[in-house]
Nanobody, 124 residues
């Protein structure tokens, strides 16, 4: 089982990027995006359950980022708009075979598989 994240890069503040994370080998019920900025701990960004009807965002990205998934392609996306320098981080996708309850979506320990990370750099 592998999660392959892509789409990171360098963008100016106010710009947009779309991250993708493709799963190989199986379909997962819950996906999450996390990020880790230099010198900081990994933090939850967004999570989505199988049907896409349950979605959760961390407060700092709500209204700017959108998580979505294509179950046929076994892929989860993170559309990031109005990017800020403080969004600079390595972004990781994560997945788990079961549907997490809403309160568990931000818990890194609840996820079974992790991608390798993709770097997003937002310049001011």
């Amino acid at each position: 089982v592998q999660l392959q994240a892509s789409g990171g890069g360098l963008v100016q503040a106010g710009g947009s990027l779309r991250l993708s994370c493709a799963a190989s080998g199986r379909t997962f019920s819950t996906y999450g995006w996390f990020r880790q900025a230099p010198g900081k701990e990994r933090e939850f960004v967004a999570g989505i359950r199988w049907s896409g009807s349950t979605i959760r965002y961390t407060d700092s990205v709500r209204g700017r980022f959108t998580i979505s998934r294509d179950n046929a392609k076994k892929t989860v996306y993170l559309q990031m708009n109005s990017l800020k320098p403080e969004d600079t981080a390595v972004y990781y996708c994560a997945a788990v075979s079961r549907n997490l309850i809403f309160s568990s979506l931000p818990r890194a320990g609840a996820y079974e598989h992790w991608g390798q990370g993709t770097l997003v750099t937002v310049s001011s």
